[in-house]
């Protein structure tokens, strides 16, 4: 009995040591390592930070002070000097380049270290970007953009969430909508020079907006994913107007907008609808390469007879090249298109539309 006491006493202490162990740096998340700079400041020097700071971000950093438990003082000095070298960094891309930063830091801590506090920096700028343009509306971006220029507009629309830049494009007039979702297409990456002017055009408009390295923005598929966010009317009147000049333009963004994989998205009746016309050797191609999602979704919705007659294909059919299983799912994808040109069929674009049975 005394030796069962002493036994669980023992599991006590050890219990009790495990939860006041320090915690390895290596093992504290982001915010932990910011709640961490933050204790080590001290309550006055902290509150400086604090009034450049989002009230959210305050919110959630107190939560994680309040969290932290015990950091022996090698944790916290590991911390503070990662800590230093970000801000010594940002302050080295800001103020010189990506490049000259790249060599100063190469000097100072080799080549590998340059590289990931170079990428921990540029990442963190670019979220900056997109923080900044979550906070404006679509109607505030509309009325500070909406007499710039269709590249400017386009430029800026590029580093905002798809659907907030399909609310800009719904506001524009029809010929500058055209215009600006051509511009955003052809987007493949934007210099800081470039960038730096629109942020001194814009600068009683808009805070800063800081890139170090080319961004990719834009591009088709962003486009592709803009124009899933709009209103039938104003889709119509840009594949119009678009197709007038660049119809090749045209049909690769209409391609992108709706992929194989998006059937999972579809009404029963409507897949039941474009089933019906779809050539069978199609269906065994394009279901080559699905996954069991779209699978199940179409095999459901068939007949028993045409569903067995289908997987009995499947099984025979091998060494099938890529190329054919894409041909296949895009003459699918072209039947889906054309019949919901025709109204047949319904298509949900960026959970916009009500299904009414």
């Known amino acids: 009995m005394a030796e069962t006491v002493e036994s669980a006493a023992a599991q006590d202490a050890k219990n009790a040591a495990q939860q006041t162990k320090p915690k390895p740096a290596v093992n504290l998340s982001g915010a932990?390592?910011?709640?961490?700079?933050?204790?080590?400041?001290?309550?006055?020097?902290?509150?400086?930070?604090?009034?450049?700071?989002?009230?959210?971000?305050?919110?959630?950093?107190?939560?994680?002070?309040?969290?932290?438990?015990?950091?022996?003082?090698?944790?916290?000095?590991?911390?503070?000097?990662?800590?230093?070298?970000?801000?010594?960094?940002?302050k080295a891309v800001t103020e010189g380049g990506l490049e000259y930063a790249r060599a100063v830091l190469e000097k100072a801590y080799g080549a590998q270290a340059a590289d990931e506090l170079l990428n921990k920096v540029t990442k963190s700028l670019k979220n900056?970007?997109?923080?900044?343009?979550?906070?404006?509306?679509?109607?505030?971006?509309?009325?500070?953009?909406?007499?710039?220029?269709?590249?400017?507009?386009?430029?800026?629309?590029?580093?905002?969430?798809?659907?907030k830049a399909a609310g800009v494009v719904a506001l524009l007039d029809e010929k500058k909508q055209i215009k600006v979702v051509e511009s955003m297409a052809k987007i493949e990456s934007v210099s800081p020079a470039t960038v730096k002017i629109i942020e001194a055009e814009l600068s009683k408009k808009f805070t800063?907006?800081?890139?170090?390295?080319?961004?990719?923005?834009?591009?088709?598929?962003?486009v592709a994913d803009v124009m899933n966010?709009?209103?039938?009317?104003?889709?119509?009147?840009?594949?119009?107007?678009?197709?007038?000049?660049?119809?090749?333009?045209?049909?690769?963004?209409?391609?992108?907008?709706?992929?194989?994989?998006?059937?999972?998205?579809?009404?029963?009746?409507?897949?039941?609808?474009?089933?019906?016309?779809?050539?069978?050797?199609?269906?065994?191609?394009?279901?080559?390469?699905?996954?069991?999602?779209?699978?199940n979704k179409l095999f459901t919705n068939m007949s028993s007879r045409m569903a067995q007659s289908i997987q009995d294909d499947l099984e025979i059919t091998t060494n099938v090249r890529m190329k054919d299983v894409e041909d296949a799912?895009?003459?699918?994808?072209?039947?889906?298109?054309?019949?919901?040109?025709?109204?047949?069929?319904?298509?949900?674009?960026?959970?916009k539309d009500d299904i009414i049975a």
């Open 329 to 351: 799912q895009q003459r699918i994808v072209d039947i889906i298109r054309g019949l919901e040109e025709k109204n047949e069929i319904i298509i949900l674009k960026g959970g």
């Open 229 to 295: 966010n709009l209103d039938r009317a104003s889709e119509r009147n840009i594949f119009d107007g678009l197709a007038d000049y660049d119809q090749e333009l045209a049909d690769e963004i209409r391609k992108r907008m709706f992929v194989f994989e998006d059937i999972i998205t579809m009404d029963d009746r409507s897949v039941q609808r474009f089933v019906r016309d779809c050539d069978p050797r199609d269906l065994v191609l394009a279901l080559k390469a699905a996954n069991s999602e779209v699978a």
């Open 208 to 222: 800063n907006i800081v890139t170090t390295a080319n961004d990719k923005v834009g591009g088709i598929d962003y």
């Open 32 to 90: 932990q390592r910011a709640a961490t700079v933050i204790v080590a400041l001290g309550a006055e020097k902290a509150s400086h930070l604090y009034k450049y700071m989002d009230p959210t971000d305050v919110e959630q950093l107190t939560l994680e002070v309040a969290k932290l438990g015990f950091l022996d003082s090698e944790v916290t000095e590991d911390v503070l000097s990662e800590f230093y070298q970000m801000c010594m960094t940002n």
């Open 128 to 163: 900056r970007q997109f923080s900044f343009m979550l906070k404006a509306d679509a109607k505030s971006m509309f009325s500070a953009l909406q007499n710039e220029r269709p590249q400017t507009i386009a430029l800026v629309l590029s580093y905002m969430d798809a659907d």
